[in-house]
């Protein structure tokens, strides 16, 4: 059973930081692409970043460019999202995905096709 959970969310001031974990287990995903979204509050979900994990290629969304970072850890089979100078239009429900064997990076949820359950970022003023 493939499984991909978040973890590590939670409330920080305007201008702090926060480390998103995605543990993955029920398959390898060696050859996918993996991504990072957000959804807010009456908001549609937004992809954030991905990462390609054999490569370990990356890409953003120019509104976290410079701030966020992701990276991969083989060993422990998991996915971060590093979050600095975090601001209150961060805050969101954040979702992992990991793509199909073979996939490339894309920017729209429906490439993906494994989701995890969410946690929440709540950034204040």
């Known amino acids: 059973q493939v499984q991909l959970v978040e973890s590590g969310g939670g409330l920080v001031q305007a201008g702090g930081s926060l480390r998103l974990s995605c543990a993955t287990s029920?398959?390898?995903?060696?050859?996918?692409?993996m991504g990072w979204f957000r959804q807010a509050p009456g908001k549609e979900r937004e992809f954030v970043g991905g990462?390609?994990?054999?490569?370990?290629?990356?890409n953003y969304a120019d509104s976290v460019k410079g701030r966020f970072t992701i990276s991969r850890d083989n060993a422990k089979n998991t996915m971060y999202l590093q979050m600095i100078g975090l601001k209150p239009e961060d805050t969101a429900v954040y979702y992992c995905?990991?793509?199909?064997?073979?996939?490339?990076?894309?920017?729209?949820?429906?490439?993906?096709?494994?989701w995890g359950q969410g946690t929440q970022v709540t950034v204040s003023s």
């Open positions: 029920g398959r390898t995903f060696s050859r996918s692409a």
């Open positions: 995905a990991a793509g199909p064997p073979g996939s490339s990076l894309r920017q729209y949820s429906s490439a993906y096709n494994y």
């Open positions: 990462l390609h994990w054999s490569s370990s290629s990356t």
